[in-house]
Protein backbone atom coordinates (compact mmCIF):
# COMPACT_ATOMS: atom_id res chain seq x y z
CA UNK A 1 0.00 0.00 0.00
CA UNK A 2 1.17 3.62 -1.02
CA UNK A 3 0.61 7.14 -1.62
CA UNK A 4 0.78 8.26 -5.10
CA UNK A 5 0.75 11.96 -5.73
CA UNK A 6 -2.40 12.51 -8.31
CA UNK A 7 -4.93 15.61 -9.01
CA UNK A 8 -7.67 13.13 -8.55
CA UNK A 9 -8.58 11.79 -4.73
CA UNK A 10 -7.40 8.49 -4.37
CA UNK A 11 -8.85 5.68 -2.14
CA UNK A 12 -7.10 3.43 -0.19
CA UNK A 13 -8.69 0.07 1.07
CA UNK A 14 -7.42 -1.03 4.69
CA UNK A 15 -9.45 -3.37 7.32
CA UNK A 16 -8.56 -1.80 10.46
CA UNK A 17 -7.42 2.07 10.33
CA UNK A 18 -5.79 3.76 13.29
CA UNK A 19 -5.81 7.50 13.47
CA UNK A 20 -2.87 8.95 15.47
CA UNK A 21 0.27 7.41 16.46
CA UNK A 22 0.39 7.39 20.20
CA UNK A 23 0.53 4.84 22.80
CA UNK A 24 -3.51 4.06 22.38
CA UNK A 25 -3.10 3.62 18.74
CA UNK A 26 0.43 2.08 18.35
CA UNK A 27 -0.40 -0.22 21.81
CA UNK A 28 -4.03 -1.20 19.72
CA UNK A 29 -2.42 -2.23 16.37
CA UNK A 30 0.54 -4.36 18.11
CA UNK A 31 -2.19 -5.76 20.56
CA UNK A 32 -4.38 -6.93 17.58
CA UNK A 33 -1.62 -8.06 15.41
CA UNK A 34 -0.29 -10.03 18.04
CA UNK A 35 -3.77 -11.69 18.59
CA UNK A 36 -4.77 -12.46 15.24
CA UNK A 37 -1.45 -13.95 15.27
CA UNK A 38 -2.59 -15.95 17.93
CA UNK A 39 -6.09 -17.16 16.48
CA UNK A 40 -4.04 -17.76 13.05
CA UNK A 41 -2.16 -20.57 14.92
CA UNK A 42 -4.77 -22.19 16.41
CA UNK A 43 -7.54 -22.53 13.40
CA UNK A 44 -7.60 -24.31 10.03
CA UNK A 45 -6.08 -22.45 7.27
CA UNK A 46 -9.43 -21.77 5.82
CA UNK A 47 -10.89 -19.86 9.23
CA UNK A 48 -7.04 -17.35 9.05
CA UNK A 49 -7.61 -14.25 8.91
CA UNK A 50 -4.77 -11.66 6.51
CA UNK A 51 -5.84 -8.70 7.90
CA UNK A 52 -4.37 -5.29 6.80
CA UNK A 53 -3.60 -2.74 9.44
CA UNK A 54 -2.54 0.77 8.71
CA UNK A 55 -2.09 3.93 10.87
CA UNK A 56 -2.11 7.59 9.93
CA UNK A 57 -0.51 10.24 12.11
CA UNK A 58 -0.07 14.04 11.34
CA UNK A 59 3.43 14.36 12.74
CA UNK A 60 6.15 14.46 10.66
CA UNK A 61 7.74 11.56 12.11
CA UNK A 62 6.86 9.03 14.58
CA UNK A 63 6.91 10.79 18.57
CA UNK A 64 6.58 14.58 16.64
CA UNK A 65 3.69 15.58 18.24
CA UNK A 66 3.90 13.79 21.42
CA UNK A 67 4.34 15.04 24.59
CA UNK A 68 4.12 14.21 28.19
CA UNK A 69 4.93 14.83 32.11
CA UNK A 70 6.23 11.68 32.45
CA UNK A 71 5.85 8.73 34.95
CA UNK A 72 4.96 5.60 33.29
CA UNK A 73 3.20 2.84 35.55
CA UNK A 74 4.79 -0.09 33.66
CA UNK A 75 1.22 -2.38 34.14
CA UNK A 76 0.05 -1.99 30.96
CA UNK A 77 3.26 -2.37 28.72
CA UNK A 78 3.90 -5.57 31.17
CA UNK A 79 0.96 -6.82 29.05
CA UNK A 80 1.34 -5.86 25.91
CA UNK A 81 5.18 -6.99 25.54
CA UNK A 82 5.65 -9.54 28.65
CA UNK A 83 9.14 -9.79 28.44
CA UNK A 84 9.97 -5.71 27.88
CA UNK A 85 12.51 -5.92 30.40
CA UNK A 86 14.53 -7.78 28.01
CA UNK A 87 14.17 -5.18 25.17
CA UNK A 88 15.58 -1.90 24.36
CA UNK A 89 12.79 -0.48 25.46
CA UNK A 90 13.84 3.68 26.35
CA UNK A 91 12.36 3.63 30.28
CA UNK A 92 15.18 6.05 31.27
CA UNK A 93 14.86 5.77 35.23
CA UNK A 94 13.08 4.11 37.66
CA UNK A 95 11.50 6.37 40.45
CA UNK A 96 14.36 6.26 43.42
CA UNK A 97 12.30 8.97 45.58
CA UNK A 98 8.94 10.48 45.33
CA UNK A 99 8.34 14.03 47.06
CA UNK A 100 5.04 16.34 47.57
CA UNK A 101 5.72 19.92 48.27
CA UNK A 102 3.51 22.96 48.71
CA UNK A 103 5.44 25.80 47.95
CA UNK A 104 4.67 29.55 48.54
CA UNK A 105 6.65 32.74 47.35
CA UNK A 106 10.40 31.73 48.91
CA UNK A 107 9.49 28.59 51.26
CA UNK A 108 8.80 24.94 50.49
CA UNK A 109 7.08 22.30 53.00
CA UNK A 110 7.08 18.57 52.07
CA UNK A 111 4.37 16.66 52.87
CA UNK A 112 5.04 13.96 55.50
CA UNK A 113 3.65 10.79 53.29
CA UNK A 114 2.20 9.80 50.16
CA UNK A 115 -1.08 7.34 50.00
CA UNK A 116 -0.23 4.28 48.08
CA UNK A 117 -2.41 4.85 45.69
CA UNK A 118 -0.64 7.73 44.32
CA UNK A 119 3.01 6.74 44.67
CA UNK A 120 5.44 6.47 41.98
CA UNK A 121 7.66 3.47 43.32
CA UNK A 122 7.72 0.73 41.01
CA UNK A 123 7.36 3.52 38.01
CA UNK A 124 9.95 4.91 35.42
CA UNK A 125 10.55 8.23 34.29
CA UNK A 126 10.56 8.39 30.56
CA UNK A 127 10.06 10.54 27.40
CA UNK A 128 6.97 9.34 25.81
CA UNK A 129 8.19 10.80 22.47
CA UNK A 130 11.28 8.30 22.50
CA UNK A 131 8.72 5.80 23.69
CA UNK A 132 6.35 6.25 21.23
CA UNK A 133 9.40 5.87 18.33
CA UNK A 134 10.45 2.64 20.00
CA UNK A 135 6.95 1.28 20.26
CA UNK A 136 6.35 2.67 16.46
CA UNK A 137 9.48 0.32 15.06
CA UNK A 138 8.03 -2.61 16.80
CA UNK A 139 4.58 -2.02 15.16
CA UNK A 140 6.13 -1.59 11.79
CA UNK A 141 8.76 -4.66 12.61
CA UNK A 142 4.90 -6.63 12.86
CA UNK A 143 3.94 -5.67 9.55
CA UNK A 144 1.69 -2.46 10.23
CA UNK A 145 1.61 0.27 7.92
CA UNK A 146 2.75 3.34 9.96
CA UNK A 147 1.81 6.71 8.02
CA UNK A 148 3.52 9.56 9.47
CA UNK A 149 2.94 13.23 7.74
CA UNK A 150 -0.74 12.50 7.07
CA UNK A 151 -3.70 13.94 9.15
CA UNK A 152 -7.28 13.17 9.23
CA UNK A 153 -9.39 15.88 8.18
CA UNK A 154 -13.13 14.39 7.68
CA UNK A 155 -14.82 11.56 8.68
CA UNK A 156 -16.22 9.47 5.37
CA UNK A 157 -19.79 8.06 6.52
CA UNK A 158 -21.83 5.55 4.41
CA UNK A 159 -25.55 6.28 5.97
CA UNK A 160 -24.94 6.30 9.54
CA UNK A 161 -21.83 3.64 9.35
CA UNK A 162 -18.59 5.45 9.41
CA UNK A 163 -16.49 4.31 6.69
CA UNK A 164 -13.01 6.19 6.76
CA UNK A 165 -11.06 8.63 6.66
CA UNK A 166 -10.10 11.77 4.45
CA UNK A 167 -6.78 13.19 4.75
CA UNK A 168 -6.07 16.71 4.64
CA UNK A 169 -4.68 17.91 0.67
CA UNK A 170 -1.62 19.54 1.41
CA UNK A 171 -0.32 21.90 -1.19
CA UNK A 172 -3.36 24.66 -0.89
CA UNK A 173 -1.85 28.56 -0.71
CA UNK A 174 -2.84 30.78 1.60
CA UNK A 175 -5.23 32.38 -0.57
CA UNK A 176 -6.92 28.81 -0.66
CA UNK A 177 -6.05 27.57 -4.14
CA UNK A 178 -4.25 24.77 -4.79
CA UNK A 179 -0.37 25.81 -5.70
CA UNK A 180 1.49 23.54 -7.82
CA UNK A 181 2.50 21.78 -4.89
CA UNK A 182 -1.12 20.92 -4.80
CA UNK A 183 -1.80 16.74 -3.48
CA UNK A 184 -5.40 16.22 -2.93
CA UNK A 185 -5.62 13.85 0.41
CA UNK A 186 -6.77 10.30 0.36
CA UNK A 187 -9.95 8.86 1.06
CA UNK A 188 -8.93 6.09 3.19
CA UNK A 189 -11.47 3.39 3.46
CA UNK A 190 -11.87 0.76 6.41
CA UNK A 191 -13.98 -1.84 8.01
CA UNK A 192 -13.34 0.22 11.31
CA UNK A 193 -11.76 3.14 12.25
CA UNK A 194 -10.09 3.48 15.77
CA UNK A 195 -9.78 7.22 16.55
CA UNK A 196 -6.70 7.81 19.29
CA UNK A 197 -5.44 11.29 17.79
CA UNK A 198 -5.26 12.73 21.27
CA UNK A 199 -6.93 15.08 23.47
CA UNK A 200 -10.04 16.98 21.91
CA UNK A 201 -9.07 15.32 18.46
CA UNK A 202 -10.84 17.32 15.72
CA UNK A 203 -12.23 13.97 14.68
CA UNK A 204 -13.10 12.20 17.35
CA UNK A 205 -14.86 15.65 18.09
CA UNK A 206 -16.66 15.29 14.77
CA UNK A 207 -17.81 11.65 15.84
CA UNK A 208 -19.20 12.88 18.94
CA UNK A 209 -21.41 15.38 17.25
CA UNK A 210 -22.68 12.60 14.69
CA UNK A 211 -23.29 10.25 17.11
CA UNK A 212 -24.05 12.07 20.31
CA UNK A 213 -21.52 10.16 22.28
CA UNK A 214 -21.78 12.99 25.13
CA UNK A 215 -25.43 12.59 25.96
CA UNK A 216 -25.94 11.97 29.81
CA UNK A 217 -22.34 13.33 30.65
CA UNK A 218 -20.75 15.47 32.39
CA UNK A 219 -18.65 17.65 30.22
CA UNK A 220 -15.24 17.05 29.88
CA UNK A 221 -12.80 19.61 31.93
CA UNK A 222 -8.68 20.04 30.87
CA UNK A 223 -6.00 21.34 32.13
CA UNK A 224 -2.50 22.23 29.92
CA UNK A 225 0.65 21.04 30.71
CA UNK A 226 3.85 23.42 30.13
CA UNK A 227 7.38 21.64 29.85
CA UNK A 228 10.43 22.14 29.47
CA UNK A 229 13.37 19.89 29.54
CA UNK A 230 16.82 21.05 30.85
CA UNK A 231 20.89 19.52 30.17
CA UNK A 232 22.23 18.92 33.88
CA UNK A 233 26.09 20.01 33.35
CA UNK A 234 26.93 16.94 34.60
CA UNK A 235 25.10 13.57 35.62
CA UNK A 236 22.99 14.32 38.79
CA UNK A 237 23.44 12.09 41.86
CA UNK A 238 19.92 11.63 42.44
CA UNK A 239 18.47 10.02 39.45
CA UNK A 240 15.29 9.03 39.66
CA UNK A 241 13.74 11.56 42.19
CA UNK A 242 10.19 12.66 41.15
CA UNK A 243 8.73 16.01 42.84
CA UNK A 244 5.21 17.63 42.46
CA UNK A 245 4.44 21.10 44.12
CA UNK A 246 1.10 22.89 44.90
CA UNK A 247 0.88 26.03 45.77
CA UNK A 248 3.11 28.91 44.40
CA UNK A 249 2.87 30.17 41.62
CA UNK A 250 -1.15 29.24 41.13
CA UNK A 251 -3.88 31.12 43.15
CA UNK A 252 -5.46 28.64 46.10
CA UNK A 253 -8.35 29.45 43.91
CA UNK A 254 -6.35 27.41 40.96
CA UNK A 255 -5.90 23.58 40.31
CA UNK A 256 -2.86 22.50 39.44
CA UNK A 257 1.06 22.22 40.33
CA UNK A 258 4.39 21.59 39.65
CA UNK A 259 6.50 18.68 39.06
CA UNK A 260 10.54 18.02 38.31
CA UNK A 261 11.60 14.39 37.31
CA UNK A 262 15.06 14.02 37.24
CA UNK A 263 16.46 11.61 34.59
CA UNK A 264 20.28 11.67 35.20
CA UNK A 265 21.90 13.81 32.75
CA UNK A 266 18.46 15.81 32.08
CA UNK A 267 15.55 17.37 34.00
CA UNK A 268 11.64 17.29 32.84
CA UNK A 269 10.40 20.32 34.83
CA UNK A 270 6.61 21.20 33.91
CA UNK A 271 3.61 22.92 35.41
CA UNK A 272 -0.03 21.70 35.18
CA UNK A 273 -2.72 24.37 35.09
CA UNK A 274 -6.64 23.60 35.66
CA UNK A 275 -8.45 24.92 32.11
CA UNK A 276 -11.24 26.17 34.62
CA UNK A 277 -9.49 28.95 36.53
CA UNK A 278 -11.41 32.45 36.70
CA UNK A 279 -8.56 34.76 36.35
CA UNK A 280 -8.86 36.13 32.58
CA UNK A 281 -4.77 36.90 32.82
CA UNK A 282 -3.75 33.64 33.82
CA UNK A 283 -0.89 32.30 31.59
CA UNK A 284 0.19 28.79 31.79
CA UNK A 285 3.74 29.80 29.83
CA UNK A 286 4.44 32.88 32.65
CA UNK A 287 3.54 30.59 35.43
CA UNK A 288 6.34 28.21 34.60
CA UNK A 289 8.86 30.92 34.32
CA UNK A 290 7.73 32.15 37.82
CA UNK A 291 7.88 28.54 39.04
CA UNK A 292 11.19 28.83 38.51
CA UNK A 293 12.33 31.31 40.41
CA UNK A 294 11.04 29.32 43.26
CA UNK A 295 14.41 28.48 45.64
CA UNK A 296 13.34 24.65 45.92
CA UNK A 297 13.41 24.71 41.57
CA UNK A 298 16.04 27.60 40.98
CA UNK A 299 18.75 25.55 42.94
CA UNK A 300 18.19 21.93 40.80
CA UNK A 301 18.74 24.32 37.39
CA UNK A 302 21.94 25.73 38.48
CA UNK A 303 24.32 25.06 35.35
CA UNK A 304 21.76 23.50 33.65
CA UNK A 305 20.59 24.83 30.33
CA UNK A 306 17.23 24.59 28.07
CA UNK A 307 16.84 22.23 25.69
CA UNK A 308 13.18 21.53 24.89
CA UNK A 309 9.97 23.12 25.40
CA UNK A 310 5.99 21.70 24.71
CA UNK A 311 2.77 21.74 25.70
CA UNK A 312 -0.09 19.89 25.32
CA UNK A 313 -3.66 19.67 27.18
CA UNK A 314 -5.18 16.72 29.18
CA UNK A 315 -8.70 15.77 29.28
CA UNK A 316 -9.00 15.73 33.27
CA UNK A 317 -12.88 15.00 33.64
CA UNK A 318 -12.51 11.31 34.44
CA UNK A 319 -14.79 9.13 34.55
CA UNK A 320 -18.25 11.16 34.85
CA UNK A 321 -17.16 12.53 31.86
CA UNK A 322 -15.85 9.90 29.31
CA UNK A 323 -17.51 9.47 25.96
CA UNK A 324 -19.62 6.37 25.10
CA UNK A 325 -16.43 5.46 22.81
CA UNK A 326 -18.14 3.17 20.24
CA UNK A 327 -20.56 3.62 17.24
CA UNK A 328 -20.93 2.29 13.70
CA UNK A 329 -17.49 1.62 12.27
CA UNK A 330 -15.33 2.85 14.45
CA UNK A 331 -13.70 3.61 18.29
CA UNK A 332 -12.49 6.15 20.17
CA UNK A 333 -9.28 5.18 22.42
CA UNK A 334 -6.81 6.72 24.76
CA UNK A 335 -7.01 10.83 25.66
CA UNK A 336 -9.27 10.89 22.72
CA UNK A 337 -11.75 8.91 24.73
CA UNK A 338 -10.90 11.25 27.78
CA UNK A 339 -8.72 8.21 29.85
CA UNK A 340 -6.20 10.26 32.21
CA UNK A 341 -5.94 9.50 35.36
CA UNK A 342 -6.21 13.11 37.56
CA UNK A 343 -4.67 11.88 40.54
CA UNK A 344 -2.07 9.98 39.46
CA UNK A 345 -1.54 12.91 36.41
CA UNK A 346 -1.29 9.38 34.46
CA UNK A 347 -2.46 8.39 31.24
CA UNK A 348 -0.11 6.44 29.25
CA UNK A 349 -0.96 3.06 30.76
CA UNK A 350 -4.74 3.94 30.23
CA UNK A 351 -4.04 4.89 26.55
CA UNK A 352 -2.34 1.73 26.03
CA UNK A 353 -4.43 -0.79 27.83
CA UNK A 354 -7.40 1.26 25.68
CA UNK A 355 -5.74 0.48 22.75
CA UNK A 356 -5.16 -3.22 24.09
CA UNK A 357 -9.18 -3.21 24.43
CA UNK A 358 -10.49 -1.97 21.19
CA UNK A 359 -7.90 -4.94 19.67
CA UNK A 360 -9.76 -7.36 21.58
CA UNK A 361 -12.84 -5.84 20.29
CA UNK A 362 -11.66 -5.59 16.75
CA UNK A 363 -10.80 -9.23 16.67
CA UNK A 364 -14.36 -9.61 18.29
CA UNK A 365 -15.40 -7.83 14.97
CA UNK A 366 -13.87 -9.42 12.12
CA UNK A 367 -14.77 -13.02 13.40
CA UNK A 368 -18.29 -11.86 13.54
CA UNK A 369 -17.61 -9.51 9.85
CA UNK A 370 -19.36 -7.13 11.63
CA UNK A 371 -18.20 -3.73 12.99
CA UNK A 372 -21.75 -2.53 13.94
CA UNK A 373 -22.18 -0.61 17.11
CA UNK A 374 -23.72 -3.89 18.63
CA UNK A 375 -20.77 -5.26 17.81
CA UNK A 376 -18.16 -3.07 18.86
CA UNK A 377 -20.17 -2.47 21.75
CA UNK A 378 -18.34 -5.23 23.69
CA UNK A 379 -15.24 -2.72 23.99
CA UNK A 380 -17.81 -0.92 26.59
CA UNK A 381 -17.77 -4.63 28.92
CA UNK A 382 -14.09 -5.30 28.29
CA UNK A 383 -13.64 -1.68 29.45
CA UNK A 384 -15.67 -1.68 32.31
CA UNK A 385 -14.08 -5.24 33.48
CA UNK A 386 -10.78 -4.08 33.13
CA UNK A 387 -8.17 -2.33 35.68
CA UNK A 388 -8.58 1.17 33.72
CA UNK A 389 -12.22 1.26 34.70
CA UNK A 390 -11.45 0.30 38.17
CA UNK A 391 -9.04 3.22 38.62
CA UNK A 392 -10.52 5.77 36.95
CA UNK A 393 -13.83 5.01 38.97
CA UNK A 394 -11.87 5.42 41.92
CA UNK A 395 -10.65 8.70 40.99
CA UNK A 396 -14.05 9.97 39.76
CA UNK A 397 -14.70 13.06 41.71
CA UNK A 398 -10.99 14.13 41.90
CA UNK A 399 -10.52 17.33 39.94
CA UNK A 400 -14.05 17.88 40.32
CA UNK A 401 -13.31 18.10 44.04
CA UNK A 402 -11.05 21.25 43.86
CA UNK A 403 -13.43 23.59 42.34
CA UNK A 404 -13.65 25.85 45.43
CA UNK A 405 -10.22 25.78 45.43
CA UNK A 406 -7.06 24.04 47.04
CA UNK A 407 -7.73 23.69 50.54
CA UNK A 408 -10.97 22.15 49.57
CA UNK A 409 -9.87 19.89 46.88
CA UNK A 410 -7.24 18.46 49.53
CA UNK A 411 -10.39 17.90 51.97
CA UNK A 412 -12.21 16.39 48.84
CA UNK A 413 -9.17 14.03 48.11
CA UNK A 414 -9.15 12.81 51.78
CA UNK A 415 -12.58 11.95 52.06
CA UNK A 416 -12.48 10.64 48.98
CA UNK A 417 -9.80 8.52 49.58
CA UNK A 418 -11.56 6.67 52.33
CA UNK A 419 -14.97 6.50 50.66
CA UNK A 420 -13.47 4.60 47.33
CA UNK A 421 -13.81 7.73 45.38
CA UNK A 422 -17.47 8.79 46.33
CA UNK A 423 -16.53 11.60 48.92
CA UNK A 424 -19.25 13.48 50.29
CA UNK A 425 -21.40 14.09 47.22
CA UNK A 426 -21.48 11.87 44.14
CA UNK A 427 -21.02 12.72 41.22
CA UNK A 428 -19.95 16.31 42.48
CA UNK A 429 -20.66 17.16 38.78
CA UNK A 430 -18.63 20.27 37.22
CA UNK A 431 -19.43 22.54 34.00
CA UNK A 432 -17.22 23.39 30.92
CA UNK A 433 -14.10 24.98 32.39
CA UNK A 434 -14.33 28.22 29.92
CA UNK A 435 -17.30 29.43 31.84
CA UNK A 436 -15.50 29.69 34.74
CA UNK A 437 -13.46 32.48 33.43
CA UNK A 438 -14.46 35.77 35.31
CA UNK A 439 -15.21 38.94 33.33
CA UNK A 440 -12.74 42.05 34.16
CA UNK A 441 -15.65 43.50 35.85
CA UNK A 442 -16.42 40.90 38.16
CA UNK A 443 -13.05 39.57 39.14
CA UNK A 444 -10.15 41.95 40.40
CA UNK A 445 -6.81 40.57 38.81
CA UNK A 446 -4.20 43.05 38.43
CA UNK A 447 -2.28 41.88 35.07
CA UNK A 448 1.24 43.81 36.01
CA UNK A 449 1.64 40.47 39.01
CA UNK A 450 0.93 38.42 36.30
CA UNK A 451 2.51 39.20 33.33
CA UNK A 452 5.25 41.51 34.43
CA UNK A 453 7.10 40.25 37.37
CA UNK A 454 9.34 37.73 35.40
CA UNK A 455 12.81 39.07 33.33
CA UNK A 456 13.48 37.11 30.45
CA UNK A 457 16.72 36.84 31.47
CA UNK A 458 17.17 33.97 28.26
CA UNK A 459 18.75 31.78 30.78
CA UNK A 460 16.46 30.55 33.10
CA UNK A 461 13.58 32.38 31.71
CA UNK A 462 12.13 32.92 28.53
CA UNK A 463 9.29 34.70 26.10
CA UNK A 464 6.73 32.66 24.41
CA UNK A 465 9.00 33.08 21.13
CA UNK A 466 12.05 31.93 22.78
CA UNK A 467 10.15 28.65 24.09
CA UNK A 468 8.72 28.10 20.67
CA UNK A 469 11.87 27.90 18.83
CA UNK A 470 12.85 24.92 21.52
CA UNK A 471 9.80 23.16 20.54
CA UNK A 472 11.28 22.55 17.18
CA UNK A 473 7.67 23.51 15.50
CA UNK A 474 7.60 24.11 11.35
CA UNK A 475 4.38 24.80 9.77
CA UNK A 476 4.06 25.88 5.59
CA UNK A 477 3.82 29.23 5.64
CA UNK A 478 1.58 29.29 2.13
CA UNK A 479 -1.55 27.69 4.03
CA UNK A 480 -4.58 29.00 5.41
CA UNK A 481 -4.60 29.58 8.51
CA UNK A 482 -5.57 26.40 10.86
CA UNK A 483 -7.51 28.47 13.25
CA UNK A 484 -10.89 29.41 12.25
CA UNK A 485 -12.23 32.51 14.58
CA UNK A 486 -15.86 32.47 13.36
CA UNK A 487 -16.31 36.25 14.35
CA UNK A 488 -13.58 38.20 14.94
CA UNK A 489 -15.56 41.30 15.95
CA UNK A 490 -16.16 39.71 18.84
CA UNK A 491 -12.82 39.58 19.82
CA UNK A 492 -11.98 43.09 18.67
CA UNK A 493 -14.62 44.82 20.55
CA UNK A 494 -16.61 42.41 22.90
CA UNK A 495 -13.34 40.18 24.84
CA UNK A 496 -11.63 43.05 24.62
CA UNK A 497 -14.00 45.14 26.76
CA UNK A 498 -14.82 41.95 28.63
CA UNK A 499 -12.18 39.71 29.13
CA UNK A 500 -9.27 41.72 28.04
CA UNK A 501 -8.61 39.46 25.16
CA UNK A 502 -7.34 36.19 27.32
CA UNK A 503 -6.27 34.41 24.22
CA UNK A 504 -2.84 36.20 24.01
CA UNK A 505 -2.51 34.96 27.65
CA UNK A 506 -3.74 31.08 27.65
CA UNK A 507 -1.56 29.98 23.98
CA UNK A 508 1.50 29.14 25.05
CA UNK A 509 2.81 29.76 21.81
CA UNK A 510 1.85 33.60 21.40
CA UNK A 511 0.01 32.32 18.32
CA UNK A 512 -2.53 35.40 19.10
CA UNK A 513 -1.98 39.08 19.06
CA UNK A 514 -4.02 41.79 19.33
CA UNK A 515 -2.19 44.52 17.60
CA UNK A 516 -3.05 47.54 16.34
CA UNK A 517 -4.47 48.34 13.17
CA UNK A 518 -2.31 49.59 10.01
CA UNK A 519 -4.05 53.58 10.46
CA UNK A 520 -3.08 52.93 14.38
CA UNK A 521 -7.28 53.31 14.66
CA UNK A 522 -7.90 50.16 16.17
CA UNK A 523 -6.81 47.03 18.14
CA UNK A 524 -6.94 44.09 15.54
CA UNK A 525 -6.63 40.09 15.92
CA UNK A 526 -3.44 39.13 14.49
CA UNK A 527 -2.47 35.25 14.23
CA UNK A 528 0.92 33.75 13.83
CA UNK A 529 -0.33 29.60 13.25
CA UNK A 530 2.98 28.71 12.38
CA UNK A 531 3.72 29.14 15.96
CA UNK A 532 1.29 26.64 17.03
CA UNK A 533 1.96 23.71 19.55
CA UNK A 534 -1.31 21.90 18.65
CA UNK A 535 -2.07 21.83 22.36
CA UNK A 536 -5.99 22.88 22.07
CA UNK A 537 -5.93 25.01 24.57
CA UNK A 538 -7.56 27.74 22.49
CA UNK A 539 -10.66 25.88 21.54
CA UNK A 540 -11.34 24.86 25.54
CA UNK A 541 -10.58 28.12 27.18
CA UNK A 542 -12.15 30.41 24.31
CA UNK A 543 -14.47 32.57 26.72
CA UNK A 544 -17.18 32.60 23.61
CA UNK A 545 -16.02 29.10 21.95
CA UNK A 546 -15.79 30.87 18.68
CA UNK A 547 -12.02 29.53 18.26
CA UNK A 548 -11.99 26.05 15.78
CA UNK A 549 -8.33 24.24 15.49
CA UNK A 550 -8.26 22.21 12.25
CA UNK A 551 -5.40 20.17 11.52
CA UNK A 552 -2.86 21.94 9.10
CA UNK A 553 -1.03 20.36 6.56
CA UNK A 554 0.41 16.93 7.40
CA UNK A 555 3.84 17.05 8.69
CA UNK A 556 3.64 20.37 10.25
CA UNK A 557 3.75 21.46 14.15
CA UNK A 558 6.13 20.79 17.00
CA UNK A 559 9.04 18.43 16.32
CA UNK A 560 9.20 17.02 20.24
CA UNK A 561 12.16 15.68 20.83
CA UNK A 562 13.15 14.05 24.60
CA UNK A 563 10.00 15.47 25.83
FE1 LIG B 1 -2.36 25.76 21.59
FE2 LIG B 1 -4.29 27.06 20.26
FE3 LIG B 1 -2.00 28.30 20.86
FE4 LIG B 1 -2.03 26.36 19.02
S1 LIG B 1 -3.08 28.32 18.89
S2 LIG B 1 -0.54 26.61 20.66
S3 LIG B 1 -3.58 24.99 19.86
S4 LIG B 1 -3.53 27.54 22.30
Not at 141 to 165: M, Q, R, Y
Not at 224 to 238: F, N, Y
Not at 260 to 279: A, E, H, P, T
Not at 283 to 309: C, F, M, N, V, W
Request: hydrophobic content about 35%; proline content about 6%; aromatic content about 8%.
Amino acid sequence: MGFKVSSAREKLEVDILFVGAGPACLSGALHLKNLLENHNQRVPSAEKLEVSIAIIEKGKDIGAHILSGAVLDPIALRELIPDYEQTDVPLDVPVSEDMIYYLTGQKHFRLPFIPPSISNYGNFIISLNRFVQWLGKRVEANGIDLFPGFSGTKLLFEGNHLIGVRTGDKGIGRNKKPGSSYEPGVDILAKAVVLGEGVHGSLTKQAIKHFNLDQGKFPQIYSIGVKEVWDLPSTSDIPGQVIHTLGYPLKHEEYGGGFIYNMGRRLSLGLVVGLNYKDPFLDPHKELQRLKTHPLIASRLKGATLAHYGAKALPEGGYYSLPKSYFDGGLIIGDSGGLVNSMRLKGIHLAMKSGMLAAETLLHGLLEQDFSERTLGIYSSLFKDSWACHELYKVRNFHQGFENGLLMGMLNTGIQMLTGGRGWKDPLGHCQGHLKMRKLSEYSTDRSVRHNSIKNDEAKSFDKVTSVYFSGTKHEEDQPSHLLIADPGICQERCAQEFGNPCESFCPAKVYEIISDQNDQKKVLHLNPSNCLHCKTCEIMDPYQIITWIPPEGGGGPNYINL
